[in-house]
Protein backbone atom coordinates (compact mmCIF):
# COMPACT_ATOMS: atom_id res chain seq x y z
CA UNK A 1 0.00 0.00 0.00
CA UNK A 2 1.02 3.74 -0.42
CA UNK A 3 3.26 5.08 2.21
CA UNK A 4 4.83 9.03 2.16
CA UNK A 5 7.27 10.38 3.86
CA UNK A 6 7.44 14.73 3.75
CA UNK A 7 10.31 16.48 3.93
CA UNK A 8 12.07 19.85 3.69
CA UNK A 9 13.15 22.65 5.88
CA UNK A 10 11.74 23.57 9.51
CA UNK A 11 12.77 26.92 9.68
CA UNK A 12 11.80 29.47 7.07
CA UNK A 13 12.24 33.26 7.06
CA UNK A 14 9.90 35.46 6.01
CA UNK A 15 9.28 36.14 2.32
CA UNK A 16 11.46 33.27 1.19
CA UNK A 17 10.12 30.33 -0.78
CA UNK A 18 9.44 27.06 1.05
CA UNK A 19 10.13 24.25 -1.01
CA UNK A 20 8.63 20.43 0.56
CA UNK A 21 9.37 16.85 -0.66
CA UNK A 22 7.09 13.73 -0.54
CA UNK A 23 8.84 10.61 -1.48
CA UNK A 24 5.98 8.31 -2.49
CA UNK A 25 6.44 4.24 -2.14
CA UNK A 26 4.28 1.05 -2.79
CA UNK A 27 2.91 3.23 -5.95
CA UNK A 28 3.86 4.51 -8.76
CA UNK A 29 3.11 8.58 -8.77
CA UNK A 30 1.81 7.47 -12.36
CA UNK A 31 -0.85 4.93 -11.41
CA UNK A 32 -4.20 5.48 -12.15
CA UNK A 33 -6.33 6.67 -10.38
CA UNK A 34 -3.95 8.43 -7.67
CA UNK A 35 -4.08 12.42 -6.05
CA UNK A 36 -1.73 13.48 -4.49
CA UNK A 37 -2.50 16.38 -2.44
CA UNK A 38 -0.29 18.62 0.06
CA UNK A 39 -2.55 20.04 3.60
CA UNK A 40 -1.57 21.89 6.51
CA UNK A 41 -2.81 22.29 10.12
CA UNK A 42 -1.69 25.24 11.67
CA UNK A 43 -2.04 25.65 16.02
CA UNK A 44 -5.67 25.38 17.19
CA UNK A 45 -6.84 25.28 13.43
CA UNK A 46 -8.55 23.40 10.69
CA UNK A 47 -6.54 21.10 8.29
CA UNK A 48 -6.19 23.44 4.94
CA UNK A 49 -6.13 21.65 1.86
CA UNK A 50 -3.62 23.42 -0.19
CA UNK A 51 -3.25 21.74 -3.63
CA UNK A 52 -2.78 18.41 -5.48
CA UNK A 53 -1.10 16.32 -8.99
CA UNK A 54 -2.72 13.95 -10.11
CA UNK A 55 -1.49 10.24 -11.80
CA UNK A 56 -1.29 12.49 -15.15
CA UNK A 57 0.58 15.48 -14.10
CA UNK A 58 -2.69 17.68 -13.68
CA UNK A 59 -2.82 20.16 -10.91
CA UNK A 60 -5.21 22.12 -8.72
CA UNK A 61 -4.49 24.57 -6.17
CA UNK A 62 -6.63 26.12 -3.50
CA UNK A 63 -8.43 29.72 -4.62
CA UNK A 64 -6.68 31.47 -1.51
CA UNK A 65 -3.24 30.13 -2.60
CA UNK A 66 -2.76 29.80 -5.87
CA UNK A 67 -0.91 32.45 -6.52
CA UNK A 68 1.81 31.32 -4.45
CA UNK A 69 2.08 27.73 -5.24
CA UNK A 70 3.50 25.38 -7.35
CA UNK A 71 3.05 21.56 -6.73
CA UNK A 72 5.17 19.25 -9.24
CA UNK A 73 6.71 15.78 -9.46
CA UNK A 74 9.94 14.02 -10.41
CA UNK A 75 9.13 10.86 -11.87
CA UNK A 76 12.22 9.36 -11.07
CA UNK A 77 12.26 9.62 -8.05
CA UNK A 78 8.59 8.98 -7.42
CA UNK A 79 8.43 12.01 -5.75
CA UNK A 80 5.71 14.79 -5.37
CA UNK A 81 6.63 18.95 -4.08
CA UNK A 82 5.27 21.95 -2.81
CA UNK A 83 6.58 25.12 -3.01
CA UNK A 84 4.94 27.90 -1.80
CA UNK A 85 6.16 31.85 -2.24
CA UNK A 86 6.45 34.52 -0.22
CA UNK A 87 5.85 33.03 3.02
CA UNK A 88 5.06 35.07 6.41
CA UNK A 89 4.59 33.75 9.87
CA UNK A 90 1.18 32.66 9.38
CA UNK A 91 1.94 29.82 6.85
CA UNK A 92 3.94 28.41 10.07
CA UNK A 93 2.07 24.51 10.27
CA UNK A 94 2.45 21.19 10.36
CA UNK A 95 2.40 19.97 6.56
CA UNK A 96 1.09 16.42 5.22
CA UNK A 97 1.29 14.51 2.08
CA UNK A 98 -1.52 12.78 1.32
CA UNK A 99 -2.25 9.97 -1.31
CA UNK A 100 -5.49 8.84 -2.36
CA UNK A 101 -7.36 6.81 -5.19
CA UNK A 102 -9.75 9.44 -5.75
CA UNK A 103 -9.75 13.43 -6.00
CA UNK A 104 -10.05 15.04 -2.68
CA UNK A 105 -14.12 16.02 -1.46
CA UNK A 106 -13.80 19.94 -1.32
CA UNK A 107 -15.15 22.68 0.48
CA UNK A 108 -13.67 26.19 -0.72
CA UNK A 109 -16.83 28.40 0.77
CA UNK A 110 -15.21 29.32 3.72
CA UNK A 111 -11.61 31.33 4.55
CA UNK A 112 -10.04 28.06 3.91
CA UNK A 113 -10.03 25.16 1.68
CA UNK A 114 -11.66 22.18 3.58
CA UNK A 115 -11.11 18.78 1.91
CA UNK A 116 -12.34 14.98 2.48
CA UNK A 117 -11.26 12.04 0.84
CA UNK A 118 -7.44 12.72 0.92
CA UNK A 119 -6.66 8.95 1.28
CA UNK A 120 -3.25 7.74 3.44
CA UNK A 121 -1.43 10.63 4.98
CA UNK A 122 2.64 10.82 5.55
CA UNK A 123 3.39 11.65 9.45
CA UNK A 124 3.70 15.60 8.55
CA UNK A 125 6.49 17.97 9.20
CA UNK A 126 6.51 21.16 10.94
CA UNK A 127 7.59 24.23 8.86
CA UNK A 128 8.32 27.61 11.37
CA UNK A 129 8.51 30.88 9.00
CA UNK A 130 10.46 32.94 11.43
CA UNK A 131 13.56 35.73 11.16
Known amino acids: QVQLQESGPGLVKPSQTLSLICTVSGVSITVKYYYFNWVRQAPGKEVEWIGY???????HYSPYLDSRISISRDLSKNQVSLQLTTVTPEDTAVYFCTGGVSPPLLNCSGPICLAEQLGRWGQGTQVTVSS
Open 53 to 59: ISYSGRT
